[in-house]
């Protein structure tokens, strides 16, 4: 840090700015007589050279800034309060003292979450002066908590808000397509993370075909590009995998991939995605969201493919294991249709023979009530000119024609006389 230079003595009655803090109070003298003006007098040095306020403060505004550099100051925060304009107030102390504290809009969007009140955090500033108060603050461009401090606060946030909507429980996450045929990357295409994928998918299974979709991912930009560029790939329904992800990096570098802007849209792809954020160590929003986590852009890239070699070997083993199947699935077919044909003979021989034994049975009683068989032992028919059968004795008036039928054939006959019985009792 800079020093600041001389300091110009101040007036009689004004105290120095510069004394420390908790200095005595230099006596004043009393009744003290005025000093003439002196020609040529600074501004502020006489009341007749006196300046405004604004002067005053804008002054001290330039003095303070140009005398000290941007330079961290370590404390706790204390009376946080969040503008609906995006600015944050707060206040840095320690066991001594305390410095007023503001973070522009401009500024705070880049942090991850805002402070808690009791938090020790290490804030990097430039010192100024607001002029419409003359007050003295420290304009805060960046702040970090002790540990993972704001990071770790603000991951937790997201995981429980996340938590609460169902998107992170294990039941809704899909399998991953087993055998693809195409896989789209979204990563920048600059990066080794987008080398790696495509040396691994190439030397695995080399007919995968690879759709690379570029975004940034890291800086401002990063996370609309990234919701945008997932949005399209779910709307495509022709791609069976999604590789999101990059290589390592610091904690500001990766922390894109924990904006819930990003992990929504993740949640949301209709395609099963993969996730492939940093290193092994590192776990981001993105990382529980996802259908699965990859440690590495490597490891992503070979759970997304198999190994072609492996699957031929697997194909032709379910070939031979499919042919002996059939083989001995005809075997046996075979065996139960002889089996079934040889009990269907034997019992259709049974069968018909005991239908050739009810036959003849109801052919002989048949046979015994034939008027055929009557004729057979010397009986004859008589039937009139129609063939009609004459039963009775007052059928034959005398002269009528009529036929007798017998075993061997048939007779003309004419009735002579007849004999009628009479009926008895």
Same mark, same amino acid.
């Given at each position: 840090?800079?020093?600041?230079?001389?300091?110009? *003595?101040? =007036?009689?009655?004004?105290?120095?700015? #510069?004394?420390?803090?908790?200095?005595?109070? @230099?006596?004043? *003298?009393?009744?003290?007589?005025?000093?003439? =003006?002196?020609?040529?007098?600074?501004?502020?040095?006489?009341?007749?050279?006196?300046?405004?306020?604004?002067?005053?403060?804008?002054?001290?505004?330039?003095?303070?800034?140009?005398?000290?550099?941007?330079?961290?100051?370590?404390?706790?925060?204390?009376?946080?309060?969040?503008?609906?304009?995006?600015?944050?107030?707060?206040?840095?102390?320690?066991?001594?003292?305390?410095?007023?504290?503001?973070?522009?809009?401009?500024?705070?969007?880049?942090? =991850?979450?805002?402070?808690?009140?009791?938090?020790?955090?290490?804030?990097?500033?430039?010192?100024?002066?607001?002029?419409? /108060?003359?007050?003295?603050?420290?304009?805060?461009?960046?702040?970090?908590?002790?540990?993972?401090?704001?990071?770790?606060?603000?991951?937790?946030?997201?995981?429980?808000?996340?938590?609460?909507?169902?998107?992170?429980?294990?039941?809704?996450?899909?399998?991953?397509?087993? /055998?693809?045929?195409?896989?789209?990357?979204?990563?920048?295409?600059?990066?080794?993370?987008?080398?790696?994928?495509?040396?691994?998918?190439?030397?695995?299974?080399?007919?995968?075909?690879?759709v690379v979709v570029p975004a940034s991912v890291q800086g401002d930009g990063a996370?609309?590009?990234?919701?945008?560029?997932?949005?399209?790939?779910?709307?495509?329904?022709?791609?069976?995998?999604?590789?999101?992800?990059?290589?390592?990096?610091?904690?500001?570098? %990766?922390?894109?991939?924990?904006?819930?802007?990003?992990?929504?849209?993740?949640?949301?792809?209709?395609?099963?995605?993969?996730?492939?954020?940093?290193?092994?160590?590192?776990?981001?929003?993105?990382?529980?969201?996802?259908?699965?986590?990859?440690?590495?852009?490597?490891? *992503?890239?070979?759970?997304?493919?198999?190994?072609?070699?492996d699957v031929r070997a697997r194909l032709a083993t379910r070939a031979v294991d499919?042919?002996?199947?059939?083989?001995?699935?005809?075997?046996?077919?075979?065996?139960?249709?002889?089996?079934?044909?040889?009990?269907?003979?034997?019992?259709?021989?049974?069968?018909?023979?005991?239908?050739?034994?009810? %036959?003849?049975?109801?052919?002989?009683?048949?046979?015994?009530?034939? =008027?055929?068989?009557?004729?057979?032992?010397?009986?004859?028919?008589?039937?009139?000119?129609?063939?009609?059968?004459?039963?009775?004795?007052? @059928? #034959?008036?005398?002269?009528?024609?009529?036929?007798?039928?017998?075993?061997?054939?048939?007779?003309?006959?004419?009735?002579?006389?007849?004999?009628?019985?009479?009926?008895?009792?």
């Open positions: 840090m800079t020093k600041p230079g001389p300091r110009r *003595a101040a =007036p009689p009655d004004v105290p120095d700015l #510069f004394e420390p803090a908790g200095a005595p109070a @230099q006596p004043r *003298a009393r009744h003290a007589r005025r000093p003439e =003006p002196e020609p040529n007098a600074d501004p502020g040095a006489t009341p007749e050279s006196a300046i405004s306020v604004s002067t005053l403060t804008r002054t001290a505004r330039d003095i303070v800034e140009g005398a000290f550099p941007p330079l961290w100051v370590r404390g706790e925060v204390t009376n946080f309060a969040a503008h609906r304009n995006g600015h944050w107030y707060f206040s840095l102390r320690d066991a001594a003292a305390r410095v007023r504290c503001v973070m522009w809009a401009t500024d705070a969007r880049r942090m =991850p979450a805002p402070p808690d009140d009791g938090m020790q955090v290490s804030a990097l500033g430039r010192m100024s002066v607001y002029p419409a /108060h003359g007050e003295m603050h420290l304009a805060v461009l960046r702040i970090e908590a002790t540990g993972d401090g704001l990071w770790r606060k603000a991951l937790d946030q997201s995981i429980q808000r996340l938590t609460a909507e169902g998107l992170l429980d294990p039941a809704r996450k899909r399998r991953v397509t087993a /055998h693809p045929r195409r896989i789209a990357v979204i990563t920048s295409p600059d990066g080794a993370a987008l080398r790696d994928i495509i040396a691994v998918v190439r030397r695995r299974c080399p007919i995968v075909e690879i996370a609309r590009e990234l919701v945008s560029a997932i949005r399209r790939v779910s709307r495509w329904r022709d791609v069976d995998t999604v590789i999101v992800g990059r290589g390592g990096g610091s904690r500001e570098d %990766l922390w894109v991939f924990n904006d819930e802007r990003v992990a929504r849209a993740m949640a949301a792809c209709a395609i099963p995605t993969i996730s492939a954020v940093g290193h092994e160590v590192d776990v981001s929003l993105c990382d529980l969201v996802a259908d699965l986590r990859a440690a590495t852009p490597s490891a *992503a890239a070979e759970a997304a493919v198999p190994v072609l070699a499919l042919r002996l199947g059939l083989e001995r699935r005809a075997i046996r077919a075979r065996r139960h249709f002889e089996e079934t044909a040889r009990d269907m003979r034997d019992g259709l021989e049974r069968l018909t023979a005991r239908r050739r034994s009810r %036959l003849e049975i109801a052919a002989g009683r048949l046979d015994a009530l034939s =008027p055929l068989a009557t004729l057979g032992r010397g009986y004859a028919l008589a039937t009139n000119e129609t063939g009609h059968a004459l039963t009775n004795a007052a @059928q #034959f008036e005398p002269g009528r024609a009529f036929r007798l039928r017998l075993r061997d054939g048939q007779v003309g006959a004419r009735t002579e006389t007849r004999s009628v019985t009479p009926p008895e009792g």
